[in-house]
């Protein structure tokens, strides 16, 4: 006889939920207990959504395969599969799936062996790669992993400091005039520009009554950078990326940047900008998300003055927390002048995954939501430092993103 889940004791769900991952996803197939398959229809009343049921399916098939199906590949990405255990199981959990992952997979013999390592390709994904999973690196590899985070870490410093410093430091320089009237410092658009009524026509000359200059020295943390960054395993890469571009605003004297991870707790990173390495293996790559818990940190905190800040939120806006307030307070921020958009992904490519309805509430308050490389960033961030409108930047993107 089928019973509906909604109908049994608390402690009786639990208990079907336990026999459900037990038997695996065949079960509900199988005319041995048909209130499995109404669990899975109704996997909410156990605290388990349908769609998380799947996720978790697919998670364990990777360890457990020979007992039950999955909708997956053989081999999953490996910092979201080990996002998945961290949603649905305790630590000590956690623990015995990755020590069954080791000795039925062998994953330290296809990945973490110090033999191997050094052969691998050198990319974000590996890095990603390496980070999530650094619990199960066996000691003898832990050195070259963390010397390989480090070369990928560096040359993507390289690659991007000096576009970030030139768009910065030139953005910031264009932003104001200077007291100092040195010939090579003449501004001479503005000169020319805001003198046009002393124009000569008889003599074909101008004769300007005020010359403008560019400064030669530059303010201390003119502007605030606060990034806010969603460390779940969909958002991996992001992580990295994330890590990188902080630390190359953090060593900028005219900015002054913060660095939160997130996901149902809140990490401050700033005092770790120095070295984006140490950021990554302190980071937990995985597990829930509360987006509000992280914004309600860094607006209390980071924010002093809002209308020179530039509030970076990096997440794909799957909110396990409380999404009214995180609306609510993300409009204060707007009001109060701050500078916020919401990246959906920062990586190199691929098409963001994210909540299509809280990016629409966003959008709506005036905060620009969208996938961003790296690169596309450095131009966004110049064009908010000089005051100009995103919306050409941001439809050129889209229409490159969709062409």
Request: charged residues 25%; hydrophobic residues 40%.
């Amino acid at each position: 006889m089928s019973v509906d889940p909604k109908e049994l004791a608390e402690k009786d769900r639990d208990a079907l939920l336990r026999w459900r991952l037990a038997l695996g996803p065949t079960a509900e197939k199988t005319g041995v207990c048909p209130s499995l398959r109404a669990l899975s229809t109704q996997a909410g009343s156990v605290g388990v959504g349908g769609g998380d049921l799947e996720a978790l399916d697919d998670a364990l098939s990777f360890v457990y395969g020979d007992k039950r199906a999955s909708s997956s590949g053989s081999r999953p990405y490996i910092p979201e599969w080990l996002g998945a255990l961290r949603t649905f199981f305790r630590d000590d959990v956690i623990a015995l799936v990755q020590k069954d992952a080791i000795e039925k997979k062998g994953l330290t013999q296809l990945l973490f062996e110090p033999e191997t390592l050094p052969f691998l390709d050198k990319n974000v994904e590996l890095v990603t790669t390496l980070v999530s999973a650094r619990g199960l690196i066996p000691d003898e590899a832990k050195a070259i992993a963390r010397q390989i985070v480090r070369e990928v870490v560096e040359e993507l410093r390289k690659k991007l400091e000096s576009s970030i410093r030139t768009a910065v430091f030139g953005a910031l320089r264009r932003d104001r005039t200077s007291p100092l009237p040195i010939a090579r410092n003449i501004d001479w658009k503005r000169t020319i520009r805001q003198n046009l009524k002393g124009w000569d026509a008889e003599h074909k000359r101008l004769v300007p009554e005020r010359f403008y200059f560019w400064p030669n020295q530059r303010k201390h943390h003119e502007w605030d950078v606060t990034l806010v960054v969603d460390q779940s395993g969909s958002m991996a890469q992001s992580v990295v990326y994330s890590s990188v571009m902080a630390a190359i605003f953090a060593s900028l004297d005219v900015l002054r940047t913060r660095l939160i991870l997130f996901d149902t707790e809140v990490v401050d990173m700033t005092p770790l900008l120095t070295d984006p390495v140490e950021v990554l293996f302190t980071a937990q790559l995985g597990g829930g998300t509360d987006i509000n818990r992280a914004v309600a940190y860094a607006q209390a905190n980071h924010v002093q003055r809002p209308e020179k800040t530039l509030f970076l939120l990096i997440t794909d806006l799957y909110e396990g927390g409380d999404a009214e307030e995180l609306v609510a307070r993300l409009r204060q921020l707007v009001d109060s002048r701050a500078k916020v958009l919401c990246l959906l992904s920062l990586s190199d490519g691929g098409k963001p995954t994210y909540d299509h309805a809280m990016a629409e509430r966003l959008t709506a308050l005036g905060i620009p939501c969208f996938g961003c490389t790296p690169k596309r960033l450095v131009d966004v961030v110049e064009r908010v430092m000089r005051n100009q409108d995103l919306t050409p930047l941001l439809a050129a993107h889209k229409e490159t993103h969709h062409g």
